[in-house]
């Protein structure tokens, strides 16, 4: 039986189709391969999954429900489902609110229609977002804690998401784990991320935009901390129990917040060469702090996040360093 992971040109979905493909799983790749960013990075992502026995690729968008379930569906190998597709990105949704309708409302409903009528279906693992916490100012955010006060739509889809998945949790006994991430970087990284954002401006010599002023935290996770812990919800499924709904939300994070100067700080040292620093106010629909309590995933599946940033951000600059050619 095989896996399915969409998104699996994107970089979450990249490294774990790449830890799929290494335990010997059969992976189906689908992604439509957009320009939200530079192509030509999801393009070398998948030139490097396309030579690993196992992989095989599907280029269509999820939100085109009726032909992406024809397709998987025609496949008749899949039985679990890692679901990573999605428009990514806070400020971008400021301007592009239909991007985040299509792809994160019709498309989670577009996987669990297909999930629904897969014969062999065992569990859907999908990405939800730290950005459900919005407005919380109680830390670190515990996944009891509220989430009715979002600051984005990107946010307010992903809590969306976690909304219809019990839903259909609840109508279809549909296994179902949300994972809400938190800040994840590392190698082959998106270009619209702060640590991809920071590493050009200062090799170009030009300045970076740090809002409100430098006073922010977030909870920085290491991709493969991040692979780690959706591996172990996708071999952990959630079982039925006094009635409810068989589906659950974990925190995915580093459990450590740290400084956004200190990140920083790291890069300077990592690209050996002093940042020129815009100090700008705060950006709408973002958040000064993050920080991630992972008790309820590291009771249910022995995850443990082992990389903090003084290792991962020199990585990801060497990774840098070495894609972009400097």
Same mark, same amino acid.
């Given at each position: 039986?095989?896996?399915?992971?969409?998104?699996?040109?994107?970089?979450?979905?990249?490294?774990?189709?790449?830890?799929?493909?290494? *335990?010997?799983?059969?992976?189906?790749?689908?992604?439509?391969?957009?320009?939200?960013?530079?192509?030509?990075?999801?393009?070398? *992502?998948?030139?490097?999954?396309?030579?690993?026995?196992?992989?095989?690729?599907?280029?269509?968008?999820?939100?085109?429900?009726?032909?992406?379930?024809?397709?998987?569906?025609?496949?008749?190998?899949?039985? *679990?489902?890692?679901?990573?597709?999605?428009?990514?990105?806070?400020?971008?949704?400021?301007?592009?609110?239909?991007?985040?309708?299509?792809?994160?409302?019709?498309?989670?409903?577009?996987?669990?229609?297909?999930?629904?009528?897969?014969?062999?279906?065992?569990?859907?693992?999908?990405?939800?977002?730290?950005?459900?916490?919005?407005?919380?100012?109680?830390?670190?955010?515990?996944?009891?804690?509220?989430?009715?006060?979002?600051?984005?739509?990107?946010?307010?889809?992903?809590?969306?998401?976690?909304?219809?998945?019990?839903?259909?949790?609840?109508? !279809?006994?549909?296994?179902?784990?949300?994972?809400?991430?938190?800040?994840? !970087?590392?190698?082959?990284?998106?270009?619209?991320?702060?640590? !991809?954002?920071?590493?050009?401006?200062?090799?170009?010599?030009?300045?970076?935009?740090?809002?409100?002023?430098?006073?922010?935290?977030?909870?920085?996770? !290491?991709?493969?901390?991040?692979?780690?812990?959706?591996?172990?919800?996708?071999?952990?499924?959630?079982?039925?129990?006094?009635?409810?709904?068989?589906?659950?939300?974990?925190?995915?994070?580093?459990?450590?917040?740290?400084?956004?100067?200190?990140?920083?700080?790291?890069?300077?040292?990592?690209?050996?060469?002093?940042?020129?620093?815009?100090?700008?106010?705060?950006?709408?629909?973002?958040?000064?702090?993050?920080?991630?309590?992972?008790?309820?995933?590291?009771?249910?599946?022995?995850?443990?996040?082992?990389?903090?940033?003084?290792?991962?951000?020199?990585?990801?600059?060497?990774?840098?360093?070495?894609?972009?050619?400097?």
């Amino acid at each position: 039986m095989a896996v399915l992971v969409t998104g699996a040109a994107g970089f979450i979905g990249y490294h774990v189709t790449e830890a799929l493909l290494a *335990r010997g799983e059969q992976v189906v790749g689908v992604d439509n391969v957009n320009d939200y960013y530079d192509v030509r990075l999801k393009e070398a *992502r998948l030139a490097r999954l396309s030579v690993r026995n196992g992989f095989s690729f599907h280029r269509l968008d999820i939100s085109d429900h009726e032909r992406f379930r024809a397709e998987m569906s025609a496949l008749g190998t899949i039985d *679990r489902v890692v679901h990573l597709a999605a428009q990514a990105g806070v400020r971008y949704s400021l301007d592009h609110p239909f991007a985040y309708v299509q792809a994160n409302l019709v498309g989670h409903v577009a996987v669990m229609e297909l999930c629904r009528h897969l014969p062999d279906f065992r569990h859907l693992v999908y990405a939800s977002s730290s950005s459900v916490y919005g407005g919380n100012t109680k830390l670190p955010f515990a996944i009891e804690d509220p989430t009715d006060t979002p600051v984005s739509l990107y946010a307010a889809t992903k809590k969306a998401d976690e909304h219809m998945s019990h839903c259909y949790s609840h109508l !279809y006994g549909i296994l179902q784990t949300g994972l809400r991430f938190f800040t994840v !970087y590392g190698p082959w990284g998106r270009p619209d991320m702060a640590m !991809y954002i920071f590493c050009k401006a200062i090799a170009a010599g030009k300045p970076i935009p740090v809002f409100n002023h430098g006073d922010m935290k977030r909870d920085f996770t !290491y991709i493969d901390d991040i692979v780690a812990g959706v591996l172990a919800s996708l071999d952990y499924p959630p079982a039925f129990a006094d009635g409810k709904a068989p589906h659950r939300v974990y925190n995915i994070g580093n459990h450590r917040s740290e400084p956004l100067m200190r990140m920083i700080g790291l890069i300077e040292e990592a690209m050996g060469k002093k940042a020129e620093i815009e100090f700008l106010p705060m950006q709408p629909g973002d958040v000064k702090e993050s920080f991630a309590d992972i008790a309820a995933i590291s009771e249910d599946t022995g995850y443990r996040p082992t990389t903090p940033i003084d290792v991962g951000v020199p990585k990801f600059v060497e990774w840098f360093k070495g894609y972009e050619g400097i």
